[in-house]
């Protein structure tokens, strides 16, 4: 014959704290995983918007030495001001600077609030990239009398 234990008041309830904590943890984990993939898409959005803003800065042409000289060369002030006018039409965060007189860089931050991760104290996603564009200049147009 199987002799009947009775079961300790102390070991009541302890699968459902075990359960609740497994659970949170599952959450959080599965939590965080959605947020740093939204981290990642920020980046590559905001590695996006950097190379469109360089680009669009690069191609810009100075018109008066294109006519008067037949010499292709870039406007470095307007492919700074392209560039900023590119970001700010976009709605992104970033700044232009010129690296040398032939080459401009554009960094572009963009912030997101995190999902599930404000539960461990982070509130907000922060992703940054930057591309430069080199300003090809001296690009010589036909021959003129």
């Known amino acids: 014959m199987r002799q009947h234990h009775p079961r300790s008041r ?7 704290i075990f359960a609740v904590i497994i659970t949170l943890v599952v959450v959080v984990f599965f939590g965080a995983v959605v947020d740093f993939e939204r981290k990642l898409e920020a980046r590559q959005d905001a590695t996006t918007a950097a190379q469109e803003a360089a680009r669009a800065g690069a191609g810009r042409v100075d018109l008066h030495r294109a006519y008067t000289d037949g010499e292709f060369v870039v406007d470095r002030d307007a492919a700074i001001a ?17 690296v040398s007189t032939h080459t401009i860089r554009v960094q572009v931050t963009i912030t997101e609030p995190a999902l599930f991760l404000p539960v461990i104290g982070i509130s907000h996603l922060q992703a940054e990239a930057a591309a430069t564009a080199n300003l090809t200049t001296g690009v010589q147009g036909p021959h003129r009398p």
């Open 82 to 98: 392209a560039a900023r006018h590119h970001l700010q039409t976009g709605g992104y965060t970033g700044t232009v600077t010129a």
């Open 10 to 16: 102390s070991d009541e309830g302890s699968i459902s």
